[in-house]
């Protein structure tokens, strides 16, 4: 179940806010200007491939980017076995930023969002059938658990997809990863 829990930024171990309510959710992301949205569930064969994850999901690929100007996307799987998992979980662990918006919606499994706005650290458990949208500048990280397990929808403005901008700071360092249940 998808689940917000905020602190403040000074302070990792008192959770300001917790919540598994979509509704609360997007509310509390839309106060440092991210996009929160559950969207139907599809039903997918076991085996699908990226083209019929892509098809499945079509009309709201196509609705975001035309609200977004987003001209390419695609679909990243990961696995508790991919030989690379701990050397990409590493590359996201570091707070970082983006010159474009990072937007993935999670057709299956999870992984945790942490942003950084206002004083505030928003841990944003997103799970199979959330959307987040983090706008281009907002700090934030990203945790697929040492033991990875989902497929997500990427959308990119430019073809070459996202380049992370490091912010040196390791407030990530502080504050919770990603435990699945």
């Known amino acids: 179940m998808s689940r917000l829990t ?4 000074d302070d990792p171990a008192t959770p300001l806010v917790e919540t598994s309510d ?3 959710i997007a509310a509390a992301l839309a106060d440092i200007d991210v996009q929160f949205e559950r969207w139907p569930t599809v039903a997918l064969p076991a085996d699908a491939d990226n083209q019929a994850v892509l098809d499945a ?6 609705r975001l980017s035309a609200a977004g100007g987003y001209r ?3 679909v990243i799987r990961m696995a508790p076995d991919h030989p690379e998992r701990t ?3 590493g590359k996201f662990l570091s707070e970082h930023t983006h010159g474009e918006d990072e ?4 057709v299956d499994g999870a992984g945790l969002f942490t942003l950084r706005g206002g004083g505030r650290v928003f841990n944003m458990l997103c799970e199979r ?3 987040i949208r983090v706008p281009a500048g907002i700090r934030h990280w990203f945790d697929m658990g040492e033991s990875p397990r989902f497929t997500a929808i990427r959308l990119f403005t430019s073809p070459d997809g996202w380049v992370a901008r490091f912010t040196g700071d390791a407030i990530a360092d502080r504050f919770p990863r990603f435990a699945p249940a």
């Open 103 to 106: 937007v993935r919606f999670f």
């Open 129 to 131: 059938d959330d959307l």
């Open 87 to 89: 050397a990409l979980r």
């Open 57 to 62: 999901y079509a009309g709201d690929i196509a």
């Open 6 to 9: 905020v602190f403040a930024e």
């Open 72 to 74: 390419s996307c695609d």
């Open 22 to 24: 979509p509704a609360a």
